[in-house]
C-alpha cells in the first residue's frame, strides 16, 4: 500500500481548473521528485494535498486514510508536514521559537525533537536564539524544514527547497533531504534544480499543463534523452 495516493485529482483556484486528471505514489521511506516547467501545477499539487487548497474531483489517502477535505492542521495530525517555498518561517522569531512552534500539537516533548533538529542541522544550534528574519536563504530553509520535522512526520513534502540558494548551499540542503529520508521519513520534493534532485529520488514525475505526462525512477528519467530536452537543461 502506498504512504501517500494521488488518484484522478483535479483542483486550482476558483474557476481556474489548474490540475487535470492526475495521479501520483509515494511508498514510505521513498524520495519522489516531481518536475515539469512553470506553471505546470507542481505546487498546486502540492497544497491540494496538504488541505490548501479543495480539490474539484479525485481522492488523496494517506496510510490508507482518505484526507480529501481534511484541514492542513488535521493533515498535519496524521503525519504529513509540507514546507512552503516562501512564507515558511516565522522571521521576527527566533530559532528557538520556530521549531517549538512546530510541535504545536504536542507541546510535551518538544525538547527531545528540537536536540534532533539540531542533530540534524547543527549550524543552527549556535544560532538558536538569533531572530530568523536576519539569517540568511540557507539557514532559513533549515529552520523551515526543522519545523517541519519537529513531530517526525511519515510524510515530508518540499516545495522548492533549494530555491534562490548558492550552490554550496543547495548541496547542504540537498545531503539533509538525504539524510532526514535515510531517518525513514519519506519525502515529496517540488525541484526546478531536477537534475540534483532525481539523483538523490527513488522514482520522478514530470508534470506538464497540470497533467502527469511521464514517470520512472530516478536516474531513468535522468536518462532520457526526450525528458533531459525539454525539461533538464539538454541533460
Same mark, same amino acid.
Given at each position: 500500500m502506498s504512504l501517500l495516493s494521488v488518484r484522478d485529482?483535479?483542483? =486550482?483556484? =476558483?474557476?481556474? !481548473?489548474?490540475?487535470?486528471?492526475?495521479?501520483?505514489?509515494?511508498?514510505?521511506?521513498?524520495?519522489? @521528485?516531481?518536475? =515539469? %516547467?512553470?506553471?505546470?501545477?507542481?505546487s498546486t499539487l502540492m497544497k491540494t494535498i496538504f488541505g490548501l487548497l479543495r480539490l474539484t474531483r479525485g481522492q488523496i489517502e494517506f496510510?490508507?486514510?482518505?484526507?480529501? =477535505?481534511?484541514?492542513?492542521?488535521?493533515?498535519?495530525?496524521?503525519? /504529513? $508536514?509540507?514546507?512552503? !517555498?516562501?512564507?515558511?518561517?516565522? %522571521?521576527? /522569531? @527566533?530559532?528557538?521559537?520556530?521549531?517549538? /512552534?512546530? $510541535?504545536?500539537?504536542?507541546?510535551h516533548a518538544p525538547r527531545r525533537r528540537v536536540d534532533r533538529v539540531y542533530e540534524l542541522f547543527p549550524a543552527l544550534r549556535p544560532r538558536q536564539t538569533k531572530r530568523v528574519g536576519t539569517m540568511s536563504g540557507g539557514e532559513r530553509q533549515m529552520v523551515a524544514m526543522g519545523r517541519a520535522l519537529m513531530l517526525d512526520p511519515k510524510l515530508l513534502m518540499l516545495?522548492? %527547497?533549494?530555491?534562490?540558494?548558492? %550552490?554550496?548551499? $543547495?548541496? @547542504?540542503?540537498?545531503?539533509?533531504?538525504?539524510?532526514v529520508n535515510q531517518g525513514g521519513t519519506a519525502v515529496l520534493i517540488v525541484e526546478q534544480n531536477a537534475k540534483e534532485s532525481l539523483r538523490r529520488s527513488h522514482r520522478g514525475y514530470v508534470l506538464a499543463a497540470g497533467r502527469k505526462c511521464f514517470e520512472d525512477e530516478g536516474p531513468a528519467i535522468l536518462a532520457n534523452e526526450d525528458i533531459g530536452r525539454l525539461y533538464l537543461g539538454g541533460a
Open positions: 485529482v483535479h483542483s =486550482g483556484y =476558483g474557476d481556474m !481548473q489548474i490540475l487535470h486528471g492526475v495521479d501520483l505514489d509515494v511508498n514510505a521511506e521513498e524520495v519522489v @521528485t516531481i518536475i =515539469g %516547467p512553470n506553471g505546470a501545477g507542481k496510510e490508507g486514510r482518505e484526507i480529501s =477535505g481534511l484541514s492542513a492542521d488535521r493533515i498535519v495530525r496524521l503525519g /504529513l $508536514a509540507y514546507v512552503p !517555498q516562501v512564507d515558511n518561517v516565522f %522571521p521576527s /522569531l @527566533t530559532v528557538r521559537e520556530n521549531l517549538e /512552534l512546530g $510541535a504545536f500539537v504536542d507541546r516545495d522548492e %527547497p533549494s530555491a534562490a540558494l548558492a %550552490p554550496n548551499l $543547495a548541496a @547542504t540542503i540537498f545531503d539533509r533531504i538525504s539524510a
